[in-house]
């Protein structure tokens, strides 16, 4: 008689919900732990075509650290689609206008690059201060150190 591995499927996937602190946290290393969670890879039920991973809710986004001289020297960019379009910012400047976008786009950048990914991405929730409105959730603490 043969075993067979199971496959998870949509609905077999049980989700967690999950707090992580991002006070004086490094961004990279932040990034990838939220990044395997959203994926689901701590799941011993993990699918690779499957989106078995929990929601990761992230607050202090606005402590986040960088290492060296990346404040002023990593670089975002965007382009409007017209010729000449491209705008930049640095992650300093990114920092105090939209901290929360410092976070999504390390994670963006781990995630895999299709529909799967853009419903992974819908389960980080980013916050810039102590405070999040998913109290009725009850998520647990995540420590990612």
Same mark, same amino acid.
């Given at each position: 008689?043969?075993?067979?591995?199971?496959?998870?499927?949509?609905?077999?996937?049980?989700?967690?919900?999950?707090? &992580? %602190?991002?006070? #004086?946290?490094?961004?990279?290393?932040? +990034?990838?732990? *939220?990044?395997?969670?959203? @994926?689901?890879?701590?799941?011993?039920?993990?699918?690779?075509? &499957? %989106?078995?991973? #929990?929601?990761?809710?992230?607050?202090? +986004?606005?402590? *986040?650290?960088?290492?060296? @001289?990346?404040?002023?020297?990593?670089?975002?960019?965007?382009?409007?689609?017209?010729?000449?379009?491209?705008?930049?910012?640095? +992650?300093?400047?990114?920092?105090?206008?939209?901290?929360?976008?410092?976070?999504?786009?390390?994670?963006?950048?781990?995630?895999?690059?299709?529909?799967?990914?853009?419903?992974?991405?819908?389960?980080?929730?980013?916050?810039?201060?102590?405070?999040?409105?998913?109290?009725?959730?009850?998520?647990?603490?995540?420590?990612?150190?």
């Amino acid at each position: 008689m043969k075993k067979y591995t199971k496959s998870a499927r949509q609905g077999d996937v049980e989700r967690k919900w999950y707090v &992580v %602190d991002a006070n #004086d946290l490094v961004l990279g290393r932040l +990034a990838s732990g *939220v990044a395997h969670r959203l @994926r689901g890879k701590h799941n011993p039920m993990f699918t690779p075509n &499957v %989106d078995t991973g #929990d929601f990761i809710i992230v607050i202090n +986004a606005d402590k *986040v650290r960088l290492t060296g @001289r990346k404040w002023t020297q990593k670089t975002y960019y965007r382009h409007s689609g017209y010729i000449g379009g491209i705008k930049a910012i640095t +992650a300093e400047k990114l920092l105090e206008k939209r901290p929360e976008d410092l976070i999504r786009f390390a994670v963006k950048g781990m995630l895999p690059k299709n529909r799967l990914g853009s419903s992974m991405l819908k389960k980080l929730k980013v916050y810039t201060g102590d405070e999040h409105p998913h109290g009725a959730q009850q998520p647990e603490t995540l420590s990612l150190q």
